[in-house]
Nanobody, 115 residues
Framework: QVQLVESGGGLVQPGGSLRLSCAASGFSSSFYAMGWYRQAPGKQRESVAFIIGGGTTTYADSVKGRFTISRDNAKNTWYLEMNSLKPEDTAVYYC?????????WGQGTQVTVSS
């Protein structure tokens, strides 16, 4: 059974930084895409950043230049480095992984950007 476990959320002041981690276990094949979504109160869940295939990265326009996604294949873990955080980045962040025929989600981690 595939499990994705996030960590690293919390409360940070505007302009601050956080790093989220997503550790995957229980899978037998490679994921073709790994990344992060977020959902703010009253809003739809949106894609934030993804690593696809051999390493191509994609970002939402709202986070380009501030967030960086990376992965450690040996640890089956991917990360979201978030810098210059803004109050509008406040949301529950979910990690996501896709293999042929299946999509998996983490339980979510709260990120709150507030002074």
């Amino acid at each position: 059974q595939v499990q994705l476990v996030e960590s690293g959320g919390g409360l940070v002041q505007p302009g601050g930084s956080l790093r989220l981690s997503c550790a995957a276990s229980g899978f037998s094949s490679s994921f073709y895409a790994m990344g992060w979504y977020r959902q703010a109160p009253g809003k739809q869940r949106e894609s934030v950043a993804f690593i696809i295939g051999g390493g191509t990265t994609t970002y939402a326009d709202s986070v380009k230049g501030r967030f960086t996604i990376s992965r450690d294949n040996a640890k089956n873990t991917w990360y979201l480095e978030m810098n210059s955080l803004k109050p509008e980045d406040t949301a529950v962040y979910y990690c996501n992984a896709r293999e042929v025929g299946n999509t998996y989600w983490g339980q979510g981690t709260q990120v709150t950007v507030s002074s």
